[in-house]
């Protein structure tokens, strides 16, 4: 059984932004049937579920996961790093006069 944590609870934040979207009735029957075992309303059941995911998403998006063979292979790689090309120096050249870092 896969369980959704109510995420409402742990913060003080207010409340005042709304989310609006439409579904087919088969899905939001899914979603209401899910909510009611979970113990919650349909609000609180898609507004966690949907944090959840998008914390999953973001996290898989961030981070990168290695395997201690690949771990090994990729800092050697940065270790034994060759020596910057022509091409790359041009583009280093053409990045620091076009773009503006703040």
């Not at 989310?19 to 113990?39: C, D, E, H, Y």
């Not at 961030?62 to 790359?88: G, I, N, R």
């Amino acid at each position: 059984m896969h369980a959704v944590t109510d995420i409402a609870p742990q913060s003080e934040e207010r409340k005042e932004v709304r989310m609006n979207f439409r579904t087919q009735p088969r899905i939001k029957a899914v979603i209401q049937k899910a909510a009611a075992l979970s113990g919650m309303d349909d609000s609180a059941f898609t507004l966690n579920a949907a944090y959840q995911a998008a914390q999953a998403t973001i996290a898989a998006h961030e981070h990168t996961l290695l395997q201690p063979v690949d771990h090994a292979v990729f800092f050697a790689a940065l270790e034994e790093a060759p020596a910057p090309s022509p091409a790359l120096q041009a583009a280093f050249v053409r990045h620091r006069d076009t773009v503006v870092s703040r």
